[in-house]
């Protein structure tokens, strides 16, 4: 059974870090690409971040840019993020998922956060809460 499985969401202050966890099974994780994304209540799901199946590349939205960093341990069939300087915009449920059309090892450059659609077998999510 395909699966991922994201952990580490925790409620942090303003300005603390947390790394979050997605477990895969099921499948060979090296042979796919990996997105991060996320959804606060009443927004559209975004892009967070995005790994290539060999860690050749890693793209950032804007957003968390200098923030966070993505990375990932095929040996493992595990995926990071690491969130540092947490801010209460980055309050969501956080989900990662596996890159299922198009072309799977790589991310779209300059598209891949607006393609979600292109991503599968979502995890359960885990919830980062920044506040006071």
């Known amino acids: 059974q395909v699966q991922l499985v994201e952990s580490g969401g925790d409620r942090v202050q303003p300005g603390g870090s947390l790394r979050l966890s997605c477990a895969a099974s099921g499948f060979t994780l090296y042979n796919y690409a990996i997105g991060w994304f996320r959804q606060a209540p009443g927004k559209e799901r975004e892009g967070v971040s995005c790994i290539s199946s060999a860690d050749v590349t890693r793209f950032y939205a804007d957003s968390v840019k200098g923030r966070f960093t993505v990375s990932r341990d095929n040996a493992k069939s595990m995926v990071y993020l690491e969130m540092n300087s947490l801010k209460p915009a980055d309050t969501a449920v956080y989900y990662c998922?596996?890159?299922?059309?198009?072309?799977?090892?790589?991310?779209?450059?300059?598209?891949?956060?607006?393609?979600?659609?292109?991503?599968?077998?979502w995890g359960q999510g885990t919830q980062v809460t920044v506040s006071t």
């Open positions: 998922a596996k890159k299922v059309q198009g072309q799977r090892t790589y991310c779209n450059p300059g598209s891949w956060h607006r393609r979600a659609n292109d991503f599968g077998s």
